[in-house]
């Protein structure tokens, strides 16, 4: 289809390529009409969010372009288990041919926790070895000596009441 165009730029066309014949009509630029192929790139909108979707950034990259994240490194909290850092993007970032969306992925790591054996004068060989503990390995905890007495197990709470506990499980 033909249109009459009066400005400089010809917007709403979809990415693709056309023919284009134009003539000038003021007699100082008078010419005969002449066909021209022109070629109309897409611009497209990409999202990068974070694990829980919310939203990043959203950028607009030139069709075969590569789009880059300028913002700040993407974090998510800790929980009871693990802590997480920042690994990449899902799925994994390539020239854009369409609108896009990329999350943000996370690398998991067992979170450490302290563990204090009040031992009460008492010795446990390899000490060391029952100082820390990471989430999901299971250990199990020493059995303590201490001259003249007999050890009577592990409790959770000062008043020595309800179950021993024999094993970090979680």
Request: no cysteine; charged share 15%.
């Amino acid at each position: 289809t033909w249109q009459s165009v009066t400005d400089t730029q010809i917007t709403g066309l979809a990415a693709g390529s056309y023919k284009v014949r134009y003539k000038a009509t003021q007699t100082q630029f008078a010419s005969a009409a002449a066909d021209v192929n022109i070629s109309v790139v897409g611009k497209f909108t990409i999202t990068f969010v974070n694990y829980d979707n919310s939203e990043l950034q959203t950028v607009y990259v030139t069709e075969g372009s590569m789009p880059q994240y300028s913002g700040e490194t993407p974090t998510k909290p800790s929980d009871d288990k693990y802590t997480y850092s920042f690994a990449d993007w899902e799925p994994e970032i390539t020239a854009v041919t369409a609108a896009a969306t990329y999350v943000a992925k996370f690398t998991a790591t067992p979170r450490v926790y302290n563990i204090t054996l009040n031992l009460d004068g008492g010795t446990v060989a390899n000490e060391d070895n029952y100082k820390t503990y990471s989430y999901g390995t299971g250990l199990i905890l020493p059995i303590p000596t201490k001259e003249n007495y007999y050890f009577g197990g592990w409790y959770d709470n000062e008043d020595f009441e309800g179950t021993a506990v024999t094993a970090v499980t979680v």
